[in-house]
């Protein structure tokens, strides 16, 4: 692992853009791992762990080479024995900030985030809401549960609707469906179909405000894994309680794949 100036750029030309994964040592940013690693593996890219930290050291200080958080995050990926490559880094500064720098260079920038608790009104931390905001890549928030597990099941939820960005967004949520073996609800808002274009991912659509759906799947919905959105989300997604009345429901108190232009 390295310390870097947060100036410069880290990748070779040429190299593939990593998955990017934000460490903080918290329960929440390991639960992160395993959901990053399967994208890289899937897409044959390395990981990056980046660990933001104050940039408070003295002047003539000698650079810090040991990093707890960093460490613990490698050791956990070496053990999922996927091969996939681990580039780790330590850099100066806000994480959000440092993040979003990270995201010119990355296929996905992945953050952990603990179960939403709306009585405190803020659904995200601050390094999710300008990643959110603000990337210039996919952005997924990893929900961690109540009780500190990794959350796993449900299904992949996407609103089909006309907006610019919609191809893609339904594209990722098709692409995350197949990825993680679940069932993809799509909240239907459009005319225009999916389905045939993906004839091996098990769906959903529901259409928005009537509560009727058609499955094409046996299996029992139990709640929403992962919501994938677009940029007509990002203005409004660091203030947004539950409940709201965003088409997905119970979003965002779920992980949220955010799908940037």
């Not at 992160?32 to 002047?59: F, M, Q, S």
């Not at 920038?109 to 659904?123: D, E, F, H, K, Q």
């Not at 990794?150 to 299904?155: D, L, N």
Request: hydrophobic content about 40%.
């Amino acid at each position: 692992m390295r310390d870097i100036d947060p100036s410069r750029g880290v990748r070779v030309r040429g190299e593939p853009k990593p998955v990017v994964v934000g460490i903080d040592g918290s329960t929440a940013s390991r639960n992160v791992l395993g959901w990053a690693v399967t994208e890289a593996v899937n897409r044959n890219v390395p990981i990056r762990l980046v660990h933001a930290v104050p940039d408070i050291k003295p002047l003539n200080a000698p650079p810090c080479c040991i990093d707890e958080a960093l460490i613990r995050a490698e050791d956990e990926i070496r053990g999922l024995r996927t091969g996939v490559r681990v580039d780790s880094v330590r850099i100066p500064g806000e994480s959000g900030e440092v993040l979003v720098r990270e995201s010119f260079n990355a296929v996905m920038v992945c953050v952990g985030a603990p179960t939403a608790n709306p009585s405190t009104g803020r659904l995200f931390g601050p390094t999710a809401v300008a990643l959110l905001e603000r990337a210039h890549c996919p952005v997924a928030v990893i929900r961690t549960d109540s009780d500190g597990s990794a959350r796993k099941g449900g299904v992949v939820s996407v609103v089909l609707d006309d907006e610019p960005d919609n191809d893609a967004v339904v594209q990722m949520a098709m692409h995350e469906g197949r990825l993680r073996n679940a069932t993809v609800r799509q909240v239907d808002r459009r005319l225009n179909s999916w389905i045939r274009r993906y004839p091996d991912v098990p769906v959903e659509i529901v259409a928005s405000g009537t509560g009727r759906q058609y499955r094409r799947s046996r299996r029992d919905a139990v709640g929403v894994q992962l919501a994938v959105v677009g940029d007509s989300d990002a203005d409004d997604i660091g203030t947004l309680a539950v409940p709201n009345c965003h088409p997905i429901l119970g979003y965002p108190d779920c992980s949220v794949l955010m799908v940037r232009k």
